[in-house]
């Protein structure tokens, strides 16, 4: 199986800073890595696919980068709706693998 | 809009079973991969079950093989998950997923029903 490994957990930051969650597969996986977001009784909502594509309605300060097995989520404007739980997946081969999770603070 | 909406989840004593629905709207459900994703309380995420449009193939994380069983009814734009032989282990709350392709994102997700399992 491939292991994805996200840091930092959590994260404290404030209003206006850029912050970056990494994701690390234990393999190459090409771009095929998936970011979401989720707050508290909610399900999970996708924010970036393909490691650096935005999903449509998701604001612009989101952003995606990398390939292989090293890659980042930015937000390069942080905003009080903000805080959640970032995850990232990997969608290269089943089963599908999360990372365990970044609980953003603000 | 699209929307998945679970139901069928409960309180179950181990060992026995559940059979969870998922109801989708607002998209062409036959066009998409379905799956369920569980999220044991205060934890992570965890890929369950995918079933193919067609109910070709169906997939299972090996925590679940030969105790859970994914069909869909797309005349009723509807996916199942039967979960058998429950363990407390299963406790969590179980999300319905769509799936474009087989590479793709889980692009919709439900707002989850909750299952626990415990005596």
């Known amino acids: 199986d491939i292991q994805v490994t996200q840091s930092p957990s959590p994260l404290s930051a404030s209003i206006g800073d850029r912050v970056t969650i990494t994701c690390r597969a234990s393999?190459?996986?090409?771009?095929?890595l998936n970011w979401y977001q989720q707050k508290p009784g909610e399900g999970p909502k996708l924010l970036i696919y393909?490691?650096?594509s935005l999903q449509g309605g998701v604001p612009s300060r989101f952003s995606g980068s990398g390939s292989g097995t090293d890659f980042t989520l930015t937000i390069s404007s942080l905003q009080p709706d903000d805080s959640a739980t970032y995850y990232c997946q990997q969608s290269y081969g089943k089963p599908y693998t999360f990372g365990q999770g970044t609980m953003l603070e603000i | 809009e699209v929307q998945l909406v679970e139901s069928g989840g409960g309180l179950v004593k181990p060992g026995g079973s559940l059979r969870l629905s998922c109801v989708a709207s607002?998209?062409?459900?036959?066009?998409?991969?379905m799956n369920w994703v569980r999220q044991a309380p205060g934890k992570g995420l965890e890929w369950v079950s995918s079933?193919?449009?067609?109910?070709?193939?169906?997939y299972y994380a090996d925590s679940v093989k030969g105790r859970f069983t994914v069909s869909r009814d797309n005349a009723k734009n509807s996916l199942y998950l039967q979960m058998n032989s429950l363990r407390v282990e299963d406790t969590a709350i179980y999300y319905c997923a769509s799936l474009l392709t087989a590479a793709g994102p889980f692009e919709y997700w439900g707002q989850g029903t909750l299952v626990t399992v415990s005596s």
């Open positions: 393999q190459s996986i090409s771009t095929y």
């Open positions: 607002g998209f062409t459900f036959s066009d998409y991969s």
């Open positions: 393909g490691a650096s």
């Open positions: 079933i193919t449009s067609s109910s070709t193939y169906t």
